[in-house]
């Protein structure tokens, strides 16, 4: 007779909380934050509500955790496909070439069905509730966003961006028109616009003569 096998609680804790995470997303792109529940959350990832509580201690921190989870996945997804490096921005020494790689990346995220509707309704509700918005800030963004500055920084040492350029405007300068045309749907998000933002951008941070 075969010996009894104890179940692996970490792999069942494991497939439960993707269970949750997917679910919790698929509820937020369906019918919004606001009409997402622990309840349907739940039902959805087929666990008892009780199981949610005991990780988490409210809506928007499953909610954020999933996003986080799912964006982590989606970068090392890219940065795979880009270049095998995984996290961070390239510095082939090219900084065009470079920005216009992550910024085409970031279109292809946002056009994802997968993404694009968590983001944009966790997006819409931090505008909203200042505390998920920051929190949204803090553990999402703020990581990105050093990223660019990291990169932008090491441009600049190499005599490639002003020398009296803000990196952190620079990268907004990158950043924003993307973000803008993408929460208002005013024209389609292509990788032709990405590189026309890197082009546009750079045009204006190239040292001067």
Do not use: C
């Amino acid at each position: 007779m075969a010996p009894h096998k104890t179940p692996d609680a970490s792999r069942r804790s494991d497939r439960s909380r993707r269970a949750i995470h997917d679910a919790a997303l698929a509820l937020v792109g369906e019918i919004g934050y606001r009409r997402t529940t622990i309840e349907g959350i739940a039902a959805r990832a087929g666990v008892g509500k009780q199981t949610i509580y005991r990780w988490w201690p409210s809506k928007a921190a499953v909610l954020m955790e999933a996003f986080l989870d799912l964006a982590t996945r989606s970068a090392e997804a890219a940065g795979a496909q880009a270049d095998g490096a995984g996290h961070g921005i390239p510095d082939t020494g090219d900084l065009a070439a470079d920005l216009k790689l992550v910024l085409r990346a970031t279109v292809d995220e946002l056009n994802d069905p997968l993404m694009e509707a968590p983001t944009r309704a966790l997006t819409a509700e931090g505008i909203v509730d200042a505390k998920l918005g920051a929190e949204f800030v803090e553990k999402l963004l703020d990581p990105q966003l050093a990223l660019y500055v990291t990169r932008l920084r090491a441009a600049q040492e190499a005599g490639q961006l002003r020398p009296d350029a803000d990196p952190r405007i620079a990268l907004e300068l990158l950043i924003a028109p993307l973000t803008h045309r993408w929460l208002l749907r005013t024209l389609p998000l292509t990788h032709a616009y990405a590189d026309a933002i890197v082009d546009h951008a750079l045009g204006g941070l190239a040292p001067r003569p």
